[in-house]
């Protein structure tokens, strides 16, 4: 019996959940029955007889977020992270699907690698994880994986990436483009023309010339993405950007998109709310790639979040143990947490603010990340489970439960990840996610993981 | 004062001037018969590199041992930063063994400014990476002083690779608090993109800048950078930006060179202006000692001569024990002109 449960006898079996006066994400209270992991019926004054009932007063109903950007960090680097941990942190997060990077030991460029993180994620249950193959074997930028081995598999592939490298060699980057187009994929470009950012430690600028770290130039993202948008409007193939972070990318990605290309983007919640004036103090838990940019950068990117141009929010969840952050900048590690702080940062930059209302929230942090990773049924290939569905009778039981008026600093030590790298530590900040349900049944609870 | 040393922007324009007041009667007592003071016997002054630097370990050593501080050198060189101990550990063990100080030398910028996490001693930064070497831009102040009679309103070209240099980056920012006007001279490849921010002038061309000039400060250039395409080739760097007799002959009268060292001669200098009656190189080093004394002198004694600064001098003080002659004691005795007398 949780604080928000009113009642419940059990006979309906647990998979029966009422849930009263909630807020949909387009506005109107709503009553929600969720039943046989689908939501059966929407409206007001419902009962279920023998539900468990959940009080929704005050709280927002979403759609089960979505993430196309999560590092799992298993198999490998089980000391920062694991299928488990990872994704009890996107449950605690409001998530329930998440695309697991490529860049584990070893490398996720074969079926047996993908299905294997895909069965593991069935194992935990928390949450739909859908592993991301890599683009080149090893991630080496030489030779294409065994693109169509990984579509086929068991975990169904449909976005591939080098994540953490990017595919530099046009010629690579053309033939790859092209050849998922046969089984429906898209290629995720991590965008960092390399001899530009040889060494590279913080955002090319005012900063990292005092700071004395080697400069990152916004250039060296813009020049890839430009060049990968011409690619993919050349062979009609759909390009994804991955975590956009400089003005210049968001103009370069508008202008794909307004010639009709098959252009999408994502951006992280770090780059919508910090700026590279945090690493003053060289502390590495700033130090990430792509770097934290200019407040202008930040500003861009809201602006493009807002009116559709980056089409998503993907946290780019990377945990790293103590160690690899605790040293001198230049040998720290790159990344940040993100997945248990998402939804809340995105409250803070674009809700608050008045950029996005939370249709709008719904819609980049679901529904389009969905669409992108073939999980919301729009796309011919059979999707192995939907997300990123509206809230109404019919749709999956996939859904967050969200309580806007709260407030509450930033705690690591609570944080259901492994690692501890948040640079929102100590930061305070709106909401809570009070639970979660994955296919009807609740992954978290009155804010506490319900398994 | 300050606890620690890492960033020459750390300094106000009274903590600079008094390192330097201090540096100067320091400096005095090098002609005595006995060089040495007892002012830090009992404390721990920790040398820290993981960079082979000699002459400025060295010259911390001596400045360390001249005020009877005991003296430990860790020397890390080799050790690649990415394996072995971790800084934070050497850190710790440095806390145990009870550093009064650390003077860090490390080649990735910000490990001092880490160090001070984790260290409850005194952080002094003797470079790190490409980002400050503030002791080095106070010994050049003080040489300019000591030559020109001044540093407000002196004007300062320091020439070669900016970008690189954690000595243009520590003198641009003590100059520009002490009142000089610095003016950096480069080739566009080797000037940080955002150094408009900077608080001072920016020139290509060295030949301009030489007759409005009453410091011209030559950086070493690193033969590496060649190979990065920051210039074609090493000669034609030093054709352009190379310090030689003719473009010393466009020096005012009684403009001073100075170089930071190590030299190459025939690359940014040549050998007859590194020779030449306008070079300071050798008087650096010299004051190097003077002012590395200062600093640790001031971060560990307090600057209070009626006794110990209430932040971490007292805590040192205390530590000392009672028996010693505590710092702000001793400062009375040696220490006769107080006020500092301010740059003209």
């Known amino acids: 019996m949780t604080g928000r449960e009113l009642a419940g006898s059990g006979l309906a079996g647990r998979g029966t959940w009422l849930i009263s006066g909630v807020r949909l994400a387009g506005g109107e209270l709503a009553d929600l029955i969720l039943a046989g992991g689908r939501i059966t019926e929407t409206g007001t004054g419902l009962t279920a007889a023998g539900a468990r009932v959940l009080d929704g007063a005050g709280l927002i109903a979403l759609p089960g977020l979505v993430d196309l950007h999560t590092h799992l960090r298993e198999p490998g680097r089980e000391d920062a992270e694991t299928v488990l941990t990872g994704t009890r942190a996107a449950a605690m997060g409001g998530y329930t699907a998440v695309h697991a990077m490529a860049n584990t030991t070893p490398v996720a460029d074969t079926a047996g690698v993908v299905e294997q993180i895909w069965r593991l994620g069935r194992q935990a249950g928390l949450c739909d994880v859908r592993p991301v193959g890599a683009v080149t074997s090893g991630l080496e930028g030489r030779q294409l994986a065994e693109l169509g081995a990984m579509a086929d598999s068991a975990a169904q592939v449909r976005i591939f990436s080098d994540d953490g490298r990017c595919v530099s060699d046009a010629m690579l980057m053309r033939r790859a483009l092209e050849y998922v187009k046969a089984f429906g994929g898209v290629i995720a470009q991590h965008a960092q023309e390399p001899r530009l950012t040889d060494g590279a430690q913080l955002n090319e600028g005012e900063m990292s010339g005092l700071l004395g770290l080697t400069g990152w130039p916004a250039v060296a993202e813009e020049a890839i993405i430009a060049r990968d948008c011409l690619l993919a409007a050349h062979v009609g193939a759909a390009l994804h950007v991955c975590h956009v972070s400089t003005a210049g990318s968001v103009e370069i990605i508008r202008w794909a998109k307004s010639k009709g290309w098959r252009v999408t983007a994502e951006v992280t919640p770090h780059h919508l709310m910090l700026t590279d004036d945090l690493a003053a103090n060289y502390d590495p838990v700033y130090k990430v790639n792509p770097p934290l940019r200019t407040a202008a950068d930040v500003a861009a990117l809201r602006a493009g979040l807002a009116d559709g141009t980056i089409d998503c929010v993907a946290t780019d969840h990377a945990p790293h143990p103590v160690e690899d952050k605790e040293a001198e900048w230049q040998v720290a590690a790159f990344g940040m947490t993100g997945l248990e702080t998402a939804l809340r940062v995105v409250h803070a930059t674009m809700v608050e603010t008045g950029l996005l209302d939370w249709t709008g929230v719904a819609d980049r942090m679901s529904a389009r990340p969905a669409a992108i990773g073939q999980l919301d049924g729009s796309s011919p290939t059979p999707s192995p489970a939907l997300h990123g569905r509206p809230l109404e009778a019919g749709s999956p039981a996939n859904l967050v439960l969200y309580d806007p008026a709260a407030h509450s600093v930033v705690d690591p030590a609570q944080h259901a990840s492994r690692s501890r790298n948040t640079p929102f530590a100590g930061m305070e900040l709106p909401g809570q996610v009070i639970a979660t349900f994955l296919r009807g049944e609740p992954t978290v609870l009155d804010g506490k993981l319900a398994r | ?344």
């Open chain 2, 1 to 344: 004062m300050i606890r620690h040393l890492i960033s020459a922007a750390d300094l106000s324009r009274d903590d600079a001037l008094l390192i330097l007041d201090t540096a100067g009667e320091l400096a005095q007592m090098a002609d005595r018969p006995i060089r040495k003071l007892p002012t830090l016997r009992g404390r721990t002054v920790v040398n820290l590199f993981y960079e082979d630097s000699t002459r400025t370990r060295i010259s911390f050593e001596a400045a360390a041992k001249r005020l009877s501080a005991d003296v430990i050198n860790f020397s890390a060189k080799g050790s690649s930063v990415a394996k072995g101990e971790s800084l934070k550990d050497t850190a710790l063990t440095l806390e145990a063994m009870g550093a009064d100080a650390v003077v860090i030398r490390h080649q990735a910028s910000g490990a001092p400014h880490r160090l001070t996490g984790w260290v409850r001693g005194s952080v002094v930064n003797a470079g790190d990476g490409t980002h400050e070497h503030p002791t080095q831009a106070l010994l050049d102040a003080f040489t300019m002083r000591r030559r020109l009679g001044r540093l407000d309103g002196l004007r300062v070209a320091i020439v070669g690779d900016v970008l690189h240099s954690r000595v243009a980056r520590s003198n641009v920012l003590l100059l520009h608090t002490l009142g000089a006007d610095v003016t950096l001279v480069a080739p566009p490849t080797l000037l940080p993109v955002a150094v408009s921010a900077w608080p001072c002038d920016v020139s290509y061309d060295l030949s301009t800048v030489l007759p409005k000039t009453d410091v011209v400060m030559m950086l070493r250039v690193q033969a590496e950078r060649m190979n990065a395409a920051y210039f074609p080739t090493v000669r034609e760097y030093s054709r352009r930006y190379g310090l030689d007799a003719a473009r010393m002959a466009l020096l005012p009268d009684h403009a001073i060179v100075m170089h930071p060292g190590p030299m190459n001669r025939g690359v940014e200098i040549a050998a007859e202006v590194a020779d030449s009656g306008r070079s300071t190189i050798v008087e650096q080093v010299a004051n190097g000692v003077s002012v590395r004394m200062a600093v640790l002198y001031l971060l560990l004694g307090g600057a209070d001569p009626g006794g110990a600064d209430p932040g971490m001098g007292e805590a040192l003080a205390g530590r000392a024990g009672a028996g010693e002659a505590g710092p702000g004691q001793f400062r009375a005795g040696w220490l006769s002109g107080k006020a500092s007398e301010a740059a003209r």
